[in-house]
């Protein structure tokens, strides 16, 4: 038997096939051409879906996972209008997959289905408190409890990116000011190497120049990661997980990153009475992570009915 997974995002669609040993089998990509509009990309995602069913047989196939950009609401499935999805206003996308296919449908924010992926299938195994922070484009999250990746009410739980760490800093395009996404994330590192360097670059160039002693590109990074460490703080004293998993694009910058946010953890005085010292991990299934993770709703949703 297997499960089929898309992960949607604002340029690319990636939908794959998830045995029962959580072995991603096919893996299928196209453009999500977003500004086309969400009648035109859920024509795409159900030509991806429909191509995995032919290689492995409808009769064959328990469900559907999709991982989406918040915000959304898994339990109602509904997308509410992700930034990045232009018109995707209270979209039933959960409900005209199901109305197609007549399959299960689960649908689920893309950095918890990334959570879900390393938590049972990578970095993260064994882990009964997880929290996996993903820091690319944007800065999202997701964090498990008792082995349970959660939710919240509305679908909203551990919106990593837009907890306020300056309130004075960057506006977000959530429409908050000072939100970590605003000032931490790949986007933030490049706008702020901008207004730096006077041209325009990239977080993967700031690191490059960082790595050969320019100063004004190792400010920038060490901008980025004290406010990082302060979301890490923030996270940690909420949460109290026994693991951090970091992923996305931002992650690749190494061994530099994790220093910086190990030093910011260790100097949480509030946490020090503890006595346990909190592992960060680089995350392990890399751009995959999403399409397992959405393929590994339905194995979920199985096991706990």
Known sequence: MYSIGVDL???????????????????????????????????????????MLDRVGRANVIGIGIGAPGPLNPHTGMVLGPPNLPGWDQIPLRDELHEVYGLPVYLENDANAAAVAEHRFGAGQGS?????????????????????????????????????????????????????????????IARMASEAFGRALTAEQVAELAMRGDNKAQQVLDTAFYYLGIGLVNIVNLYDPDLIVIGGGVARIGQPLFAALLQALGSNYFRRSYGMDVPIVPAQLGAKAGVIGAAALPWLAREQA
């Open 128 to 188: 009964l408190q997880m929290v996996y922070i993903t820091v690319s484009t944007g800065i999202g999250g997701g964090v498990v409890i008792d082995g349970q990746v959660r939710q919240g009410a509305a679908g909203g739980f551990a919106e990593i990116g837009h907890m306020i760490v300056d309130p004075d800093g960057a506006r977000c395009n959530c429409g908050n000011r000072g939100c970590l996404e605003a000032v931490a994330s790949g986007t933030a």
């Open 9 to 51: 995002g604002g340029t690319k669609i990636l939908t794959g096939v998830l045995d029962e040993q959580g072995t991603l089998q096919h893996t299928l990509e196209l453009p999500t051409m977003a500004a086309d509009g969400p009648d035109a990309v859920i024509r795409r995602m159900r030509d991806t879906i429909d191509r």
